[in-house]
């Protein structure tokens, strides 16, 4: 990387993670000569097979081609946190396809959203001048929409992953499907209720304004509600006074509802509430499931007050981008999404899927995510 590109990066307040290049890989043509070899994934109970098949499929498609080297970025919201496995898995697969590229997250000094939204713009047109070809892409929303467009306009690929821009031309979409999630974590619960009638309370979200929050809680609604019980939903806040307001309107619930709650469904990483309200209203025998792996989520599961989490699978969201990138420039996308159409739900969306994760499993799981560098 340049001195001056180094000195972009740092006025934005941007993090460069890592630079893969694979000109060693490449004949005197500029055509690959060694065949791309992804890092063996360790077996275990967790592993998804299915999708580990898919990804083997399209690279033996991909090492039947002859491409020059490409460049590529992927840029997310955050580098730590729920993104550290996404960062993890696209350095490591732009590593094994030999590619040049960088992930990137906007840092916005003073944590505003539009600071950052504006940041991840102009990562967007420095990627397109650095001359990649494909860009992965985590947007914050409709405000990467034109810079994208922009970008597309002049050949580059985009993928995008975690949040969608369906509106978009992008090519495809990578992560999880937020309505066959929630729906997912019901059925979870569902099988753990006694006979209807009863109540179901989800802490989860029916605010319009975010539209992921809200399919994921529909999805839940639609399976406890087809299934004949009665559903109340606590939207989800993450504001200072958020987790107070929260357990004492559940609790408030559990103490009130008729008929009475049979069990609680939490959506999003502060699923944990859920378990902190039922113990105010002084109901310990009420089945909790929950959703990502917060420390404190485990805890509860530990002391066996949730029974079962759900996780997104943010490091295959991270692995895959890259190998897609990749595959549309070797193969083309048709014959991309053709490889793909295991994992897709329909012409432009594939679905990463989740990992239930019991009380009883949470050190095996602990060594899956070890085992691929996602912890």
């Given amino acids: 990387m340049t001195v001056i590109r180094w000195c972009w990066v740092a006025a934005l307040g941007l993090t460069l993670v890592t630079t893969a290049c694979g000109s060693s890989d490449t004949d005197g043509a500029g ?19 299915e999708l580990e098949g898919t990804i083997d499929s399209l690279v033996a498609e991909i090492n039947k081609s002859a491409i020059e080297p490409a460049q590529m970025a992927v840029l997310l919201k955050q580098q730590t946190g729920f993104w550290a496995p996404v960062v993890t898995a696209a350095n490591r697969a732009m590593g094994e396809l030999g590619v040049a590229g960088n992930v990137l997250g906007p840092i916005a000094p003073s944590g505003d959203i539009e600071e950052s939204e504006e940041l991840q713009n102009q990562q967007i047109k420095q990627a397109v001048a650095d001359g990649a070809e494909g860009i992965g892409i985590a947007p914050f929303g409709d405000a990467q929409a034109a810079a994208l467009e922009e970008a597309m306009a002049k050949g580059v690929q985009v993928v995008t992953l975690d949040t969608d821009l369906s509106a978009s031309k ?21 099988a753990m209720l006694p006979q209807p009638p009863g109540t179901v309370m989800i802490h989860g979200n029916d605010n319009p304004g975010w539209v992921d929050g809200m399919d ?52 999003f990483n502060v699923s944990y509430r859920c378990a902190m309200a039922a113990d105010a209203a002084s109901k310990p025998d009420i ?45 083309g996308l048709d014959a991309t999404k053709d490889i ?33 560098g996602a912890n």
Avoid: C
């Avoid at 399976?223 to 006074?241: I, N, P």
């Avoid at 897709?344 to 949470?362: E, S, Y």
């Fill in 340 to 372: 793909l159409a295991p994992q897709m739900v329909d012409d432009d969306r594939v679905n990463t899927g989740l990992d239930v994760v019991p009380g009883d499993k949470i050190d095996a799981y602990y060594d899956f995510l070890s085992s691929i």
């Fill in 287 to 331: 089945p909790i499931v929950a959703f990502d792996f917060d420390p404190k989520t485990v805890d509860y599961m530990r002391k066996g007050r949730i029974k079962a989490t759900h996780t997104q699978r943010q490091y295959y969201e991270g692995y895959l981008v890259p190998y897609i990138l990749y595959g549309i420039k070797a193969i």
């Fill in 216 to 267: 994921r809680t529909h999805g839940a609604r639609e399976v406890f509600e087809k299934a004949g019980y009665g559903v109340l939903v606590r939207s989800a806040t993450w504001d200072a006074t958020g987790e107070a307001e929260d357990v004492e309107w559940m609790k408030d619930t559990l103490e009130a509802a008729d008929p009475p709650v049979v069990g609680l469904l939490g959506l």
């Fill in 31 to 49: 055509e690959r000569a060694v065949p791309i070899q992804r890092t063996p994934t360790p077996e275990n109970e967790f592993t998804p097979a």
């Fill in 170 to 190: 992008r090519s495809i979409y990578v992560g999880t499907l937020n309505k066959a999630a929630g729906a997912t974590a019901a059925e979870t619960l569902l």
